[in-house]
C-alpha cells in the first residue's frame, strides 16, 4: 500500500485518550499510518494535562483540538482504515457510518482526566494513559497489516485490546 492507513482514535470528550494515542500513532507509525482523533460529545479542548505530557516527551501538540466524530463521516472525510475506541463510552455509543468500513476493535483505557487525589497523582494517572496506548499502538504498528486475511486482523486488533500485560 503506498498511501498511510488511517486510523481514528474515539472518546466521548476527545480531550485526553484519544488526543495521546493520535500523537503516539503519528510518531511510532509515521509514514505507515496516519492518526485521527474525535468525540462523540467533545469537551471542545484538550484536557492541560495532556497537552503538559506530550510537550514534556517532545511531541508537537500543533494538531491537539478536541472535534467531532462528525467531522469524519461527512463526505471527503479521510476514508478510515481502522477505528479504534479508547473510552468504554465510546464503546457503547452508536457510531456514525464510516465510509469505507473501516475495521474496528475497542481498546479501552481508564480516563486520566477522572483521576483524583494530588497534581502528582492526576499527573500519573495521563502517563499511566499514555504508556498503555503506547504500548497497544507499538504492538498495533507491527503487525503487517497488508499480509494477513481481514478475519485473522480483526481478531489481533480486539487481542491488543484486551490482553495487554499489566507493567510489573
Known sequence: MSEPYNVLFLCTGNSARSILAEAI????GAGKFRAFSAGSQPKGEVHPYALQLLKSLNYDTSFARSKSWEEFAVPGAPEMNFVFTVCDNAA???????????MMAHW???????????DAEKHLAFAEAYRMLNNRISIFVSLPVNMVD????????????????KAG
Open 25 to 28: 500513532l503519528n510518531r511510532v
Open 150 to 165: 481481514k478475519l485473522a486482523l480483526q481478531k489481533r486488533l480486539e487481542e491488543i485490546g484486551r490482553n495487554l500485560p
Open 92 to 102: 457503547n455509543e452508536s457510531c456514525p457510518v464510516w465510509p469505507g468500513q473501516p
Open 108 to 118: 479501552g483505557i481508564p480516563d486520566p482526566a477522572a483521576a483524583e487525589g494530588t
